[in-house]
């Protein structure tokens, strides 16, 4: 069975400071990792997701997420956050077909 | 393009009610799914679909049934409604072919039970 883990339920940066939002993934199989991002009221948007390609995954608004097999992680940045990055943060974790799994999500905050 | 549309945005409901939330995508996916949102643990996969006529149990399907008609459609149905089930429901919708498909998702469901 697979399963991911979001180690923080909230990270709070200041605006132009960089972004570390982390997810662990466990899997039987080569997973599919994808982050999404839920801003409020809204519906989860895919931010990123790595496939058995690169390593290093860029995906929209500057976020970026680097695979680390021996480490089993699959951790989002950005270099400078910005106000409208506020929202929360989900790892999701595919093993085949019908089953995705999605961590707790990360809540993230910006201050001005 | 509409993408994935739910309806209805809201609803309340008194216990032992019972209610269909609609869904509906426009992109011919032949995934559908319904998973609910619950504070601190993320989404939930309630029920799922691989297309008209194939449905299958996710991970929490008490209280819950679907159906799967058409491509376009997959309603889901509260038989009679409990506290327990006050959440916030999506429908995603995704291509099938791949595991490395992304999931669309709607702009969910707010559900109270009473």
């Known amino acids: 069975a697979q399963s991911v883990t979001q180690l923080d339920s909230h990270v709070s940066v200041s605006e132009g400071t960089p972004v570390l939002l982390r997810c662990n993934y466990s899997?039987?199989?080569?997973?599919?990792l994808f982050w999404y991002v839920q801003h409020p009221n809204k519906g989860l948007q895919l931010l990123l997701k790595y496939t058995s390609a690169a390593t290093l995954v860029k995906g929209i608004n500057g976020f970026e997420a680097e695979f680390k097999k021996s480490e089993t992680s699959f951790h989002l940045t950005k270099p400078s956050a910005h106000m409208s990055d506020a929202a929360e943060y989900f790892c999701v974790v595919r093993a085949n077909n019908n089953d995705m799994r999605f961590g707790a999500g990360t809540r993230l905050t910006v201050k001005p | 393009n509409a993408g994935v549309t739910q309806t209805p945005k809201f609803q309340v409901l008194k216990t032992g009610q019972s209610m269909t939330l609609q869904c509906a995508q426009d992109m011919n996916h032949e995934y559908m799914s319904w998973y609910r949102q619950d504070p601190g643990m993320g989404l939930r996969l309630i029920h799922y679909s691989v297309g008209a006529g194939i449905t299958d149990q996710g991970e929490v399907p008490n209280g819950y049934n679907v159906s799967r008609s058409t491509t376009e459609d997959f309603p889901l149905r509260l038989l009679s409604a409990a506290p327990s089930q006050t959440s916030v429901y999506f429908c995603?919708?995704?291509?099938?072919?791949?595991?490395?498909?992304?999931?669309?998702f709607g702009e969910g469901s707010r559900l109270t039970v009473l």
């Open positions: 995603a919708s995704s291509r099938k072919t791949s595991s490395t498909g992304e999931l669309f």
């Open positions: 899997s039987s199989y080569s997973p599919s």
